[in-house]
Nanobody
Framework: QVQLVESGGGLVQAGGSLRLSCAAS????????MGWHRQAPGKEREFVAS???????NYADSVKGRFTISRDAAKNTMYLQMNSLKAEDTATYYC?????????WGQGTQVTVSL
C-alpha cells in the first residue's frame, strides 16, 4: 500500500512563499507521475501541478510562473515551491502519485494566505 505524507503547509502573508513536500513510501514500483491538487472551502478540487518520472511538468494557469514542482526520485519525495502567494491560493493541498495505473492520495496539508 502506497502512503503519501504531505508537510510544509501553514499560514503566510500574501506575497510570501511556502514549500510543500510529499514523501511516498510503500511501493517497490516506480511512481510514474506525482502531483498536487487543491480544494478551497466551498469549491471543487482542482489540479495545481504535476511532474512525471521523466521530469515533464504541467501547471494550472493560475499558478504558472509562481509555483515550481520538483521531484527527488532517490528519496521518493516531491516538492511544490510556492512563491508570490495570493489569498486565492488558500486551500487544502493534496499530493497524489500514480503507481501502475493506480492513484494514491495524501491526507492533505492546509495553506492559508492572509492579506
Amino acid at each position: 500500500q502506497v502512503q503519501l505524507v504531505e508537510s510544509g503547509g501553514g499560514l503566510v502573508q500574501a506575497g510570501g512563499s511556502l514549500r510543500l513536500s510529499c514523501a511516498a513510501s510503500g511501493t517497490d514500483f516506480g511512481i510514474s507521475v506525482m502531483g498536487w491538487h487543491r480544494q478551497a472551502p466551498g469549491k471543487e478540487r482542482e489540479f495545481v501541478a504535476s511532474i512525471s518520472n521523466l521530469r515533464s511538468t504541467n501547471y494550472a494557469d493560475s499558478v504558472k510562473g509562481r509555483f515550481t514542482i520538483s521531484r527527488d526520485a532517490a528519496k521518493n519525495t516531491m516538492y511544490l515551491q510556492m512563491n508570490s502567494l495570493k489569498a486565492e491560493d488558500t486551500a487544502t493541498y493534496y499530493c497524489y502519485a500514480l503507481v501502475r495505473r493506480q492513484m494514491y492520495w495524501g491526507q492533505g496539508t492546509q495553506v492559508t494566505v492572509s492579506l
